[in-house]
């Protein structure tokens, strides 16, 4: 398996622009997480998924941001509209009963 | 409150020397414990995890942690430090596989040669 595969791997923005993150689960995990690092704040956990139902979504920082994993093989993380603080790097993971595998990352710059 | 503390930010050691890494938690279930590394520029690599049973637990790429309830730790150990060793380390606690994970705020290795 390729792992959890994310895209783009580094995507630079103008403020108010819509941005989508995109991640591709590891086949057969059927629980999603996205996390955002900054140097701020360090790892948090934005929303998780069991089975495709969002479960978790209390680490959403606003209502620009949204999420979707209308099948078991595709998530989206989507900010719109953008802002400069929103710049960080975003991880997917995905995970069975025994081990949670992240993904490479999105680095997101919003200028 | 559920939290996880790294007390070191920065450790620098010499290459052949010990390490050991601190983790403290605040949690209010049975906790289940993990070790991450990250490179620089990738995302994070499982070393070990402890759910139950023995409290010293071993990891990949030579790594052990024990867990002392006593002093809700789980510290990270290796007894002689590799130069590819250096990375950031995050230690983190959670419900299980499937849950939320709390992470600290991670220990960055450097490694002299």
């Known amino acids: 398996d390729a792992g959890v595969i994310q895209s783009p791997r580094h995507e630079v923005t103008e403020m108010g622009q819509e941005v989508t993150l995109r991640c591709k689960p590891i086949s057969g995990h059927n629980s999603l997480f996205w996390y955002r690092q900054t140097m701020m704040r360090g790892l948090e956990l934005l929303i998780y998924?069991?089975?495709?139902?969002?479960?978790?979504d209390s680490g959403m920082p606003e209502d620009r941001f949204s999420a979707k994993m209308p099948n078991a093989s595709f998530s989206t993380l989507k900010i719109q509209p953008s802002e400069p603080r929103d710049s960080a790097v975003y991880f997917c993971?995905?995970?069975?009963?025994?081990?949670?595998?992240f993904g490479p990352g999105t680095r997101l710059t919003v200028t | 409150a559920q939290s996880v503390t790294q007390p070191d930010i920065h450790i620098t050691v010499s290459e052949g020397a010990s390490l050991e890494l601190r983790c403290n938690y605040s949690y209010g279930a049975t906790p289940y414990l993990f070790w991450y590394v990250q490179s620089p520029g990738q995302g994070l690599q499982l070393l070990l995890k402890y759910f139950s049973g023995d409290t010293l637990v071993q990891g990949i790429k030579g790594f052990e942690a024990e867990f002392k309830r006593s002093q809700s730790s789980f510290n990270l150990r290796k007894p002689s430090v590799h130069w590819s060793d250096a990375a950031e380390y995050f230690c983190a606690v959670g419900p299980g596989n499937t849950g939320k994970l709390i992470f600290g705020q991670g220990t960055t290795l450097q490694v002299k040669p």
């Open positions: 998924f069991n089975n495709n139902v969002p479960i978790d």
């Open positions: 993971a995905s995970s069975d009963r025994t081990e949670k595998y």
